[in-house]
């Protein structure tokens, strides 16, 4: 019996639909760049391999950028380290095949235009140039020039050891690390934009530790009257995607982008996932165990959901997420539950509400007290 029961609702594209379940990220490196070229570790993480042998890769890209090594992959093509043979430098190629999957470039043009948006900002990646190239080899390609940041925060996580005690972040860390991602989100919202794929692969590191957020294919204006719901759903990877969107909203807001972040920023205090399932109804069944039942029956839209019986009828009503966290000096540290003060436990709460008319967004959480640190 399937667990989530969805109201009909409009079919998202077949483009839309594979995007927002592509595995993996443009951006999952299999190896981390050289130090040379802005690799980094983010605070306390392992340092980088040494660098793989530099070889040429086929023609340049528009007779301009010289494909030196592939640094990721994914359905709509491949992402590369290059050189801009006219000035030297090192630059990130983001490489689609326009005729296998977007034969119209909205898929190149939408992720331009959300770039050109957040135009300046530190902690999004920055847009170099665009256009469409290709050869014999390759066919047509539209590609994207963007800066060559480092590796991606996931890559970073998991370097620091092989279990979760090893692998996680200070509480101090954690504030540095979540204030340039709230305050990257921040700035995609405050010019209309939801990102709906936050995730750790999707997250670079420079060489001092800093992050930017990348990958805005998915982005999504969201305050122009020809960008009002319904919206694409699903959207966002599924161990990063809210309960609202689980349960099938297509009016859902920038929040969902919020929910996103406090998974990132648990994952980052853990070691490890905070919710793991296979399915949206795994899913739905970590969160509650969690997160308990009466904050999402308290949502507006939640009538309209129609929750599985096996959610209704759980025993845990109420939020578990404080316990799983020890006050600084107080039970924590290695081998057993991580610190978190209570302060920081807010911004974590008030992002992983289930409720989204009452979850933090962005902007509200970097007003927090525990930002003033």
């Known amino acids: 019996m399937a667990i989530v029961k969805r109201a009909a609702r409009r079919k998202p594209t077949t483009t839309a639909h594979r995007r927002a379940h592509r595995r993996p990220s443009l951006w999952a490196r299999s190896h981390p760049p050289a130090p040379a070229d802005g690799a980094a570790s983010s605070p306390r993480s392992a340092p980088a391999a040494a660098p793989a042998a530099v070889v040429a890769l086929g023609d340049p890209i528009d007779g301009r950028y010289q494909r030196m090594s592939r640094i990721g992959s994914g359905t709509y093509g491949q992402v590369y380290r290059a050189v801009d043979i006219r000035t030297g430098k090192v630059v990130a190629v983001k490489c689609l095949r326009r005729e296998d999957d977007d034969p119209d470039g909205l898929e190149l043009a939408g992720e331009v235009r959300a770039l050109e948006a957040c135009r300046g900002h530190p902690h999004v990646v920055q847009l170099i140039d665009h256009g469409r190239g290709g050869g014999a080899a390759t066919g047509p390609e539209d590609y994207i020039v963007m800066e060559l940041v480092g590796p991606s925060l996931d890559l970073t996580i998991h370097q620091r050891g092989d279990d979760a005690a090893a692998r996680r972040y200070a509480e101090g860390d954690v504030r540095l690390l979540m204030r340039q991602l709230l305050s990257g989100v921040r700035g995609m919202h405050d010019v209309g934009l939801m990102h709906r794929d936050l995730k750790p692969d999707n997250v670079l590191v420079d060489v001092r530790g800093n992050l930017k957020i990348c990958d805005l294919g998915f982005a999504r204006t969201k305050d122009k009257e020809e960008s009002a719901p319904p919206y694409t759903n699903p959207v966002a990877a599924l161990l990063y995607r809210s309960p609202e969107v689980i349960l099938g909203s297509t009016t859902y807001d920038e929040t969902v982008d919020s ?13 490890e996932r905070l919710f793991v399932g296979m399915t949206d109804e795994e899913m739905l069944v970590r969160i509650v165990d969690v997160l308990g039942m009466d904050d999402i029956t308290e949502w507006s839209g939640y009538d309209d959901c129609m929750i599985p019986e096996i959610l209704t009828k759980s025993k845990r009503r109420r939020s578990r997420l ?27 709460s008030g992002l992983l509400t289930c409720n989204p008319e009452k979850r933090m967004t962005a902007a509200q959480a970097l007003q927090h007290r525990w930002f003033a640190v």
């Open 322 to 348: 404080r316990q799983m966290f020890a006050l600084p000096g107080r039970g924590g540290g290695p081998g057993r539950r991580p610190e978190l003060s209570q302060a920081g436990y807010q911004v974590l």
């Open 259 to 271: 929910w996103a972040l406090g998974c990132i920023m648990a994952e980052l205090l853990v070691g």
